[in-house]
């Protein structure tokens, strides 16, 4: 029987913290119909359950899922029981899945208003709730745009039945987004707008555009960003399969993404984490779509901050070299676009004097066993703030994303 760790983590909660949190980062567990509900017809073949060993999984545009283990969800990771990993107190040397407590899955993952009912219990007064299986899709069906938009589309009207875009402020949920069909996805937008979306779900990646790969600052996607600039719509990007694994590939090692299996290599090159968000924010920057879209507001979650410290420090470098390829000071930019949600494992302190208290979030991940087990027990790790900068990072911030009022 696989356990968690026994040593607890210390936790020491400020006591100004009184007022009810807003969490960026939780997730749902999708139902098995969620891709396939909505499907038509000449797409019902996209997606579909098969057994491999005795096991239940998804086939994808004819590939296997390697995002999730077990996309069933039954049995599931605990909530936070991955925590002591994570944190980087593996000091034993235990496979994740000798760390990792499996069990059913938690009704509050599928049934929203058991949800709301935990939102209270967890004293989170809004949350931003995720996908967990949907981030794999675009990678797998990137070749063929018809089927990947029916999927997308089949997806969000799942997503809106079962768990609303934004039906009382509690919960949110992010529709997911392509830029693969610049038309498709301005239409994808807009209906979703009109159904209440206040974000919506990104990868963290280029697009793979029928002749080539493009830059999400492309100026041929300029109409969807205004669209959502317009609508007050934040772009939430989320960690996913971004196709880095072909740098892991030209090093000797497998490109697949098997989700928490890394190795050393892929873990110290942050391939599928750190790696992508720095080239993302480094090109919404570097090719001016905050320039031509000036309200357009984004958030990087469950993509930690690691980078941050690093990305700030090449665009000093940069300006102060080329300060004429700039509208303005690229560092003006960061702080007055991007909103990050750091991993409970980063130095928050740190994070805060490079883009400034506003520009902070908490994402606890939950109900995912590398988040937390309660988002409340994160508030710790926000020690090092003032109590005006915690409010900021642990309420108001994310409810300004969202339109809501503060």
Known sequence: MSVVQDTPIQRNIPSDVTYGLSDADQHYYEHTDAVTRH??????????????????????????????????YDPVGQPGSLETYFRAQNHEGKEIRDIVKMGPIPVEARDRDARVRLLDAQKVETAWVLPSLGLGLEEMMADNPDMLYAAFRSYNEWLDEDWGYNRDG?????????LIDPDRALDELQRVIA???????????????????????????????????????????????????????????????????????????GVHVERP?????????????????????????????????????????????????????????FRAHVSVAPFYEDDITSVRDVIGADRLLLGSDWPHPEGLANPFEWVADFGGLSASERRLALRDNMRKLSGLPV
């Open 39 to 72: 499907l038509p017809k000449e797409h019902k073949h996209a997606v579909h359950w098969i057994e491999v060993n005795g096991r239940k999984t998804l086939l994808v545009n004819n590939k296997l899922l390697t995002l999730i283990p077990n996309p069933t």
């Open 170 to 178: 509690r919960i949110l949920t992010g529709p997911l987004m392509s």
């Open 195 to 269: 159904k209440g979306a206040r974000f919506v779900t990104f990868r963290p990646a280029p697009v793979k555009a029928p002749d080539r790969f493009r830059s999400l600052a492309d100026p041929l996607y300029d109409r969807f960003w205004h669209t959502a600039a317009d609508a007050g719509v934040t772009i939430a990007f989320h960690g996913a399969d971004s196709g880095y694994g072909i740098y892991l590939e030209r090093w000797g090692e497998s490109q697949t993404y098997t989700g928490m299996k890394m190795s050393p290599l892929s873990e110290v090159m």
């Open 277 to 333: 968000v720095y080239d993302l924010v480094a090109s919404l920057i570097c090719h001016g779509l905050f320039d031509r879209v000036p309200k357009l507001q984004v958030a990087t979650v469950e993509l930690g901050a690691g980078w941050v410290g690093d990305l700030a420090r090449r665009l000093k470098r940069s300006y102060g070299k080329t300060p004429q390829l700039y509208k303005r000071d690229p560092m003006d930019t």
